[in-house]
């Protein structure tokens, strides 16, 4: 008799164990969730203003070669100088600073700040005292390039997030198995729509970061070819060009807030449109291989031409001193394996000097940098995300002297 009872109170006990498992399994999937947007949110902020701090560095440098030069100050060295405080103050004041950086990290932006203070302080009120502040200049870039490079290599909440992915799918699987027909497809609604948040989430805020580090320039340069005279300059074909780029340059800026604030609804376009446009002023001229079927798919337009232009300017920039430079873009149109379901695949390919294993294990990090200087590496991490947001995949693949190559894989 008890057996009997046991085995028909099986299926119930079975059913309140699901019950529990999936309730257990959907509220650390939020918890999760939740702790992953908060720390997406901080390292952008340190990412950002170590970005800030080094474009100070590079214009200030700039600006202390040419005043060497010349022997007199010009440029705004007194405001990039202010701003460069500021953010290193900023920087060093966030309360979640040291998560994201060791603690040598903080003492080297605490030595920057002293260095920057004692030799350009002196500058901007007056001194005439170049090749001082000259002098410190390398070291100071040197310092925060460790420094940013430690955010990249180091951030606990790129490697949280990867950890919470993890368990987030594990979560997901005892649900989707142990709930009932009911529960299973309020799951898959539910994780439907917090994937979509999450991918608009870095969609738009790489797309509001990169709007926003532009759009000042951008005008300013405007501003400024707009007092020039073709009559008085000396080329004004060069001139005419220069305004035409800063044209383009506004359109970019626009269309990235477009994507920051952009509903459901994108505008498409066929990619024979978007290629026609890409071939233009370019300073290798890449290789267009498309096929028909792939030339009249349609596509999201402007984060499309954002994407391809962006993957034809690094090859552009890695092939810049090599005199037999080769671009070459593939188009086609495949199917999944098992859905059938086509696929637009493209591939941009260089023969440029290529990668090592552990800089390409990096290249897609957020402002991840080979060397000082101005290069921040943010745009192949905005196409990764982009592509990403779009449903699709990004694939790099490169090695020591045999060129690089980018796979872009999207549903059509």
Known sequence: MTATRLKASLPFLSLAAALFISGWAFFRSEHYRAVSDLNY???????????????????????????????????????????????VGQLLKLDYAAKFLRERDIQLLNELQAIARSDLDPIVQGSTDFDRALRSMPDLEQRMFEVSGTAVAHAEALNAASHIDAAASRNRFLFAAALTLAAAGYTIIHLRNAFARRRDQQLRSFSSLYAHMTRSRVAALRLFLDYQDEASVRHPKML?????????????????????????????????????????NRRVAPEFVVTKDAGIAAVPATQMRLVLDELLQNAEAALSEMPDAKIRVNARIGAQPLTRRR????????????????????????????????????????????????????AIASQPGGGTSVQISLPI
């Open 41 to 87: 949110s901080q390292n952008y902020e340190i990412q950002w203003r170590t970005t800030q701090i080094r474009e100070h560095l590079v214009r200030i440098h700039g600006d202390l070669k040419l005043a060497a030069a010349t022997g007199e100050l010009v440029g705004d060295l007194a405001r990039q100088t202010f701003l460069l405080d500021a953010n």
């Open 240 to 280: 005419a060009a220069a305004r035409e780029a800063v044209k383009q340059l506004d359109t970019i800026t626009t269309g990235l807030n477009t994507i920051a604030y952009a509903d459901s609804e994108i505008r498409r376009e066929a990619l024979c449109k978007i290629v026609d446009a890409l071939q233009v």
């Open 343 to 394: 696929r637009l695949i493209l591939e941009v390919t260089d023969n440029g000097p290529g990668m090592p294993e552990d800089v390409l294990a990096s290249a897609a990090l957020p402002f991840y940098s080979t060397k000082a200087g101005d290069h921040t590496g943010l745009g192949l991490t905005g196409c990764v995300q982009m592509v990403a947001a779009l449903r699709g995949k990004l």
